[in-house]
C-alpha cells in the first residue's frame, strides 16, 4: 500500500476511536444528562477540526489524480468531494444543536446517528473503493503530484 494510502486509512482508525468515545456518551445524552452533552459536543468539534480538513484536502487529491488517470471510476466515489461538503455544513449544524437550547435529546440523538452512519458509509467507500483503486492506478508521477500537494498529518 502507497505511504500516502496507509496516512489516511490510520486517520480513519482514529476517527474509529472518536465515534466509540461519542457511543459512550449518546445513553448519559439521550436522559438529559448535561455534563455528558458538553463533553460530546468537545469530542464532537474534531468533525470541523483542522485535521479533519486536511484529511478530506488529501482524499480529494487522490481521487482528482485518480479522475485524471481516466480510468473508469465507481460511481460510489464521484461524489466524495461532494460528500465532504455535505459532511461539513452537517458537522456545523450538528454543534449548534448539541450546544444550543435543544429540549429533545432523543432527536438529537438521532440525528447524530444519522450523521454517523452517513460518515462510516463514506469512510467504508473509500476503503474498499477509492484507495485500492488509487494504490492500484496512481502512476509514479501522479503519487509525486498528489504528495507535493498532501497536508501532513503526522
Ligand atoms: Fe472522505
Ligand atoms: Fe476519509
Known sequence: MH???DELVQYHRHKATVVADIQVLI???????VNARDELG????????????AHHHNEELVLHELVKSKKPIHARIERTAEEHVV???LVQRLCSEISGPFDE???LVANIQWFLTQYDDHASNEEAILFPAA??????IAWSRVGKNWIDLT
Open 27 to 33: 445513553p448519559a445524552v439521550e436522559k438529559g444528562n
Open 105 to 107: 435529546p432523543a432527536v
Open 135 to 140: 494504490d492500484r492506478e496512481l502512476s509514479t
Open 87 to 89: 459532511f461539513g455544513q
Open 42 to 53: 468537545g469530542i464532537f468539534a474534531s468533525f470541523s477540526s483542522d485535521g479533519e480538513k
Open 3 to 5: 505511504k500516502l494510502i
